[in-house]
């Protein structure tokens, strides 16, 4: 499993219903293992959501935040959101459409991504101009091998 720590996500907004002006996310990695890391994350912002999208190396596999069976086989990818007054999230983390198969070695359904996968998070922003975000990303991939 590898753990990604998001910092210093800071936003600035015009007033409540315009654009938020910058949004600065720096991605410090914890690798467990010693291993290199074949997910990369790019997170932006659009409108009222926190778009993530992570680059998979290839022959890798990441697994989906909903799993078809969440208590057996691989640990899902998971978001993690300090708790702020200065915003609020809206729903839980949405996913693009992942592939989903039967893996002989986990004996159970499983959904990942290949090259590429997408995750977006809405919030709610307060009264503040300018906050943090701050939360973590844990997540599981593997290879073949």
């Not at 720590?5 to 010693?34: D, E, G, P, V």
């Not at 159970?108 to 995750?119: D, H, K, M, P």
């Amino acid at each position: 499993m590898i753990l990604y720590k998001l910092n210093c996500c800071q936003m600035q907004q015009k007033n409540r219903y315009k654009t938020l002006l910058a949004l600065f996310i720096n991605l410090f990695c914890f690798s467990f293992f010693s291993q290199n890391n074949p997910v990369n994350w790019n997170i932006n912002l659009s409108d009222s959501s926190i778009l993530f999208e992570a680059k998979i190396e290839k022959e890798w596999h990441l697994y989906a935040v909903y799993l078809p069976s969440p208590n057996d086989g691989p640990l899902p990818t998971k978001f993690e959101f300090n708790t702020s007054n200065n915003y609020s999230l809206k729903d839980s983390v949405t996913q693009a459409p992942p592939i989903t198969h039967f893996d002989k070695d986990f004996g159970v359904e499983v959904s990942y991504y290949e090259n590429e996968a997408f995750f977006k998070q809405k919030i709610k922003i307060g009264n503040n101009s300018t906050f943090k975000i701050e939360g973590n990303i844990s997540y599981m991939c593997c290879n073949e091998q």
